[in-house]
């Protein structure tokens, strides 16, 4: 097979990696929120219905039916890590590893034209529409025109959200983040829901314990103690996709959030005083005032002033957090999911791989029940080789097997072109500077 052959044969649609249905192959089912499906009116009404009702809840410490609502589907362990533990458990002899090691090498090969081609098509749907594109300027498009091509971006992203096991919060899960404020988080925003037309959040990696601390500006004290570092439910990675009116929109991701702080990372926010700063200031100006031999304009004066200090300072740290949590924007996004979604979909062939090669039967038998067999193995292996509780993907994993299954053998493929090592360039020597004329 020649390199021309193979790659048209990959341009016809031909492709080694299974897609399954629902999840690649689906375009019928509209996007949350969307203003063009709802109206713009009627956009987020749901949504501030839901805030309102949480009002009304006394100290609420997470979402309703939070278990029900989100389930882990991200694998914590790097390739690496991976194949070294299925290595000692599964391919031990030498001919084991050789086997595991090549097929991981065709994995990888297949994985990487596939997603270059699915980046390809998402970038070049984007491309219209990127904020930060350094290229020549395009006409412009109408309000509606880009609200339609954002709707057409974002219906082909949530495929590569889900294969890099993102999932999506629900609207009650950003109803409770929108109304409910962590008691040590100094910074507190908060956001006009009309001067949205959209907003969404994927997350991956929850984790509950003391939130990592990258940002050095302010403190965690409180006026008397220092506070400790509280338990904290926060997510290892959140992709966020909103749009403001008069705005465009905006793809990003962070690292290391609180379920309480996904409000921080919306755009169009303000600082927000704490309740307990507005009560002190409060408290101070009735003092000033009953306190007769006092200059009360005096008073007032210094504890705004002190008062609008401290705004800058949560202002800062606000700035500082959102430096040290963001990792990507826009169209370097859609790069980084790709690459993610590509790891994902390797590390689930190859736990479908190393799984089925010790089940009787192996993949013969009903496909439903093979998966579900799957599914229940992967997890439980995962919780004992982790400690997370992992929803394994067991018929997408079967998929993604059989069709790279099918396709061993043409790697590499016949005649494909070797590019040359990049060229390591020397800088030229200067000649040494002789003394003698």
Not at 251 to 256: E, G, I, N, V
Request: aromatic letters at 8%; hydrophobic letters at 40%; a neutral charge.
């Amino acid at each position: 097979m020649t390199a021309e052959r193979w790659l048209r044969l990959w341009g016809q649609g031909l492709a080694m990696l299974h897609v399954t249905r629902g999840v690649w192959g689906s375009r019928v089912r509209g996007w949350p929120l969307l203003p063009a499906l709802l109206g713009p009116a009627r956009a987020l009404s749901s949504l501030a219905a839901k805030m309102g009702e949480y009002r009304k809840m006394w100290n609420p410490t997470e979402p309703r039916d939070w278990a029900q609502q989100y389930r882990e589907r991200f694998i914590p362990l790097s390739r690496e890590q991976l194949l070294r533990l299925l290595t000692q458990e599964f391919h031990s002899s030498p001919a084991e590893k050789a086997a595991l090691e090549e097929f991981s090498a065709h994995v990888d090969f297949c994985t990487l034209f596939h997603y270059h081609h699915v980046l390809s098509r998402l970038q070049a749907l984007y491309d219209p529409i990127n904020p930060d594109r350094e290229t020549l300027d395009q006409p412009s498009l109408t309000d509606p025109q880009r609200l339609s091509n954002e709707q057409e971006v974002l219906l082909e992203l949530e495929p590569l959200l889900a294969q890099a096991n993102f999932s999506p919060l629900s609207e009650d899960t950003l109803a409770y983040a929108l109304v409910v404020h962590h008691p040590q988080d100094e910074v507190q925003v908060t956001i006009n829901l009309d001067q949205y037309i959209y907003m969404q959040f994927w997350a991956l990696g929850q984790r509950v314990g003391p939130m990592p601390r990258k940002s050095s500006v302010g403190s965690r004290r409180s006026f008397f103690l220092k506070s400790s570092p509280a338990e904290r439910r926060y997510f290892k990675r959140v992709v966020l996709a909103a749009r403001t009116r008069g705005g465009h929109l905006v793809l990003k991701s962070f690292k290391d959030t609180p379920l309480e702080g996904l409000e921080q990372l919306l755009p169009e926010l303000k600082v927000r005083t704490p309740t307990l700063q507005r009560a002190l200031l409060n408290l101070t100006l009735v003092v000033s005032g009953v306190a007769v031999f006092v200059n009360v304009g005096m008073v007032v004066l210094t504890d705004l002033k002190m008062f609008g200090q401290q705004r800058s300072v949560q202002a800062l740290e606000l700035a500082h957090m959102l430096y040290y949590r963001s990792t990507s924007n826009n169209s370097e996004l859609l790069s980084a999911l790709a690459l993610r979604a590509q790891d994902e979909h390797a590390k689930e062939a190859l736990l479908a791989h190393s799984f089925l090669a010790r089940r009787p039967g192996g993949v013969c038998g009903p496909p439903d029940e093979t998966s579900r067999w799957l599914q229940s193995e992967v997890e439980n292996w995962l919780l004992a080789q982790t400690g997370c509780d992992v929803t394994f993907n067991g018929t997408r994993a079967l998929g993604h097997l059989q069709a790279l299954t099918a396709s061993k053998g043409t790697y590499p493929p016949l005649g494909f072109p070797k590019l040359d090592p990049l060229a390591t360039v020397t800088p030229p020597q200067t000649p040494p500077i002789s003394d003698n004329p």
